[in-house]
């Protein structure tokens, strides 16, 4: 914000008791309001100019004092260029405070840090936010502390030691000292610049350290299970239960689109009879709060039935027996060796094979598969859709069958044709026997 004037000024205030020693003030105007201040620095008024605001003479106290006076001035300008850049109003109380080392927070990183955390958990227990959202925030913050500790050798650090190098070095960090991906890199990387973008509005520091920093997600095509696959999947016989149940849960969130949540908090309640008569899933996305409305295909009721006096089932009230996420994934790594299948499983694979093989690849239209997924837009969908290489083997199969079932032979012309043909000849006919009758009268 633009200040209509702005004026500082150094001077000697005269004291008390007639001396040539004087103090040595600060006197800034913004706006036709000034404010002053003591800059505690003492000098001779026999060896003052102000004209020029400043310490006459070469000696080495005078110019100590000048050069005292030229670094407050340039650090109280650079402070003033600050606010204008972030937006803030300039006051002369404000540049005051500055000076005074009152605006100066105190404020610590991983304290601020908490702070949110904890209104956060607060928010999810009053059902705004998933748990999930508390969780990776809380991993952030572990991030954030270890590196403050890796690179600083101290527990916490104050928020205005905080700058665009410390940004870089903690993403070099997390990507060699912590070996984690650059997604997920950037991921903790933007759950740490929420924090910093509050400490600007509480105007705990005024400067954004990520103002210059660059990072985005490089786009990973996250394949589903193909028809093939998911046959193997469904057909194999294990010999240990824990698997097969595992595989059952599995596949049934291919058939209903659930994420692992979403299955395992799904109760008997949420299987309901809808317009059509059929039984459906009528409830509510953890992670979104979208509703969930998806018809129950035979495969996906043939293993509810298989699972509903599980004791587990039983004591939660639930249609599944599903287990911790982290185990979920563990056994299915086992369960994809045992099955021959080379890609990586884990649950949210299921999702993305019920959005692809089980309803895109099937010819569901994509409008009716955003609204099974409960996405807000089809770009959305578009990322869950069939692979290149299906969709192009499936081109091609109907290409062959149309060159599969053209003739040989040429094609009879149409009567249409026929019937002009004969009336050209007809035409010709009658011409020539004029011609021929021409030629005779002229011999006579």
């Not at 650079?78 to 109003?89: A, H, I, R, V």
């Not at 578009?382 to 969709?391: C, K, L, R, V, W």
């Not at 060159?403 to 009567?415: A, D, G, N, V």
Request: aromatic share 8%; charged share 30%; net charge positive.
């Amino acid at each position: 914000m633009l200040t209509a004037s702005f004026g500082l000024t150094f001077f000697l205030k005269t004291p008390r008791k007639e001396t040539n020693v004087r103090v040595i003030y600060l006197r800034i105007t913004v706006d036709g309001v000034p404010k002053e201040t003591s800059t505690r620095q003492q000098w001779d008024v026999t060896r003052w100019n102000q004209r020029t605001e400043r310490a006459t003479g070469n000696k080495e106290d005078a110019r100590s004092v000048n050069f005292f006076l030229d670094t407050l001035q340039s650090k109280i300008q650079q402070y003033k260029g600050e606010l204008l850049l972030n937006g803030q109003t300039i006051t002369s109380q404000k540049l005051i405070d500055y000076v005074l080392g009152k605006t100066v927070s105190k404020a610590k990183i991983v304290e601020e840090f908490q702070k949110h955390n904890d209104e956060l958990l607060a928010l999810v227990k009053r059902g705004e936010y998933a748990i999930g959202t508390h969780v990776r925030f809380e991993i952030a913050k572990k991030h954030v502390k270890e590196f403050v500790r890796f690179k600083y050798n101290v527990d916490d650090m104050d928020f205005r030691e905080l700058n665009f190098e410390f940004v870089k070095d903690y993403e070099f960090y997390l990507k060699t000292v912590k070996n984690i991906s650059h997604n997920t890199a950037v991921k903790y990387i933007t759950n740490f610049k929420k924090i910093v973008l509050l400490a600007i509005d509480k105007e705990i520091i005024t400067a954004d350290p990520f103002k210059r920093f660059k990072a985005k997600k490089i786009k990973i095509h996250k394949k589903p299970l193909s028809a093939h696959e998911l046959s193997l999947l469904e057909n194999h016989t294990f010999s240990t239960p824990r698997l097969a149940t595992v595989r059952d849960i599995f596949v049934f969130q291919c058939y209903t689109r659930l994420a692992y949540i979403d299955a395992f908090n799904l109760k008997i309640q949420d299987i309901k009879i809808g317009i059509d008569g059929e039984m459906w899933i009528i409830s509510e996305r953890q992670k979104t709060g979208s509703n969930i409305n998806v018809p129950l295909l035979p495969k996906a009721k043939a293993i509810m039935e298989r699972y509903k006096d599980h004791p587990l089932c039983l004591e939660r009230n639930s249609v599944l027996p599903v287990t911790s996420n982290q185990k979920m994934n563990a056994y299915l790594k086992e369960i994809a060796d045992l099955c021959g299948i080379e890609s990586i499983l884990n649950t949210h694979k299921a999702r993305r094979t019920f959005g692809s093989t089980i309803t895109l690849n099937n010819d569901v239209p994509i409008h009716v598969v955003k609204e099974l997924l409960g996405h807000q837009s089809v770009k959305q969908t578009e990322e869950y859709a069939i692979t290149e290489q299906q969709s192009v083997g499936r081109e091609m199969k109907q290409l062959q069958m149309r060159l599969s079932s053209r003739k040989t032979t040429p094609e009879p012309p149409s009567p249409d044709i026929i019937s002009k043909m004969q009336q050209e000849i007809q035409e010709l006919k009658e011409l020539l026997a004029i011609s021929h009758e021409n030629t005779h009268l002229k011999k006579v």
